[in-house]
Antibody, heavy 120, light 110 residues
Framework: EVQLVESGGGLVQPGWSLRLSCAASGFTFDDSAMHWVRQAAGKGLEWVSG????????NYADSVKGRFTISRDNAKNSLYLQMNSLTTEDTALYYCAKGGESWLDAFHMWGQGTMVTVSS | QSALTQPASVSGSPGQSITISCTGT?????????VSWYQQHPGKGPKLLIF???NRPSGVSNRFSGSKSGNTASLTISGLQPEDEAEYYCNSYRSRNTWVFGGGTKLTVL
């Protein structure tokens, strides 16, 4: 069974940092692009960042570029999101999503999300 | 990065068909056939319904179908069932290796 389990969320103050993790199982992790997508309470989905299987292609939404860094460890079947200089606008539920072999593949599986709250 | 445009809500009775539109630009929907649709029930993660404009993953009912014309993609749900009541999101590849979602459409089954 394909599983994506996010962790690392929490309550932090503006300007602080947080590192999210996504543990993958049930599929060949190093064959898949992976993405982070967030959803503020009562709002829609926002693509945050993505990374191909070999980390050759990495990109970010303009709203997080320069502050967030995506990475992966294929040996540990894990995806990460380092979030720096957090603002209240970053408060959201953060989902990990599995793409396909290509960057252009849709997001076939999603985790349940980890909540990030930025508040003073 | 502006979102794709979806109607905020649609509704239909059981057994009826409904269509949700998703409008973008030539930089996303109009320029590529990488449009997908997702269903999200309250408190749950999204579920992929349609990928690459009209393809269904295995296990997704054939009551769900996708299409595209110009800068607008559409999701049609036929034979509406109560469990179809959910939020629906479109998504498209956008130039410069980014992805963009629609604002979401709440489907109410009357």
């Amino acid at each position: 069974e394909v599983q994506l389990v996010e962790s690392g969320g929490g309550l932090v103050q503006p300007g602080w940092s947080l590192r999210l993790s996504c543990a993958a199982s049930g599929f060949t992790f190093d064959d898949s692009a992976m993405h982070w997508v967030r959803q503020a309470a009562g709002k829609g989905l926002e693509w945050v960042s993505g990374i191909t299987w070999n980390s050759a292609t990495i990109n970010y939404a303009d709203s997080v570029k320069g502050r967030f860094t995506i990475s992966r460890d294929n040996a540990k079947n894990s995806l990460y999101l380092q979030m720096n200089s957090l603002t209240t606008e970053d408060t959201a539920l953060y989902y990990c999503a599995k793409g396909g072999e290509s960057w252009l593949d849709a997001f076939h599986m999603w985790g349940q999300g980890t909540m990030v709250t930025v508040s003073s | 990065q502006s979102a794709l445009t979806q109607p905020a809500s649609v509704s239909g009775s059981p057994g009826q068909s409904i269509t949700i539109s998703c409008t973008g630009t030539t930089s996303d929907i109009g320029g590529y056939n990488y449009v997908s649709w997702y269903q999200q029930h309250p408190g749950k993660g999204p579920k992929l319904l349609i990928f690459d404009v009209y393809n269904r993953p295995s296990g997704v009912s054939n009551r769900f179908s996708g299409s595209k014309s110009g800068n607008t993609a559409s999701l049609t749900i036929s034979g509406l069932q109560p469990e179809d009541e959910a939020e629906y999101y479109c998504n498209s590849y956008r130039s410069r290796n980014t992805w963009v979602f629609g604002g979401g459409t709440k489907l109410t089954v009357l």
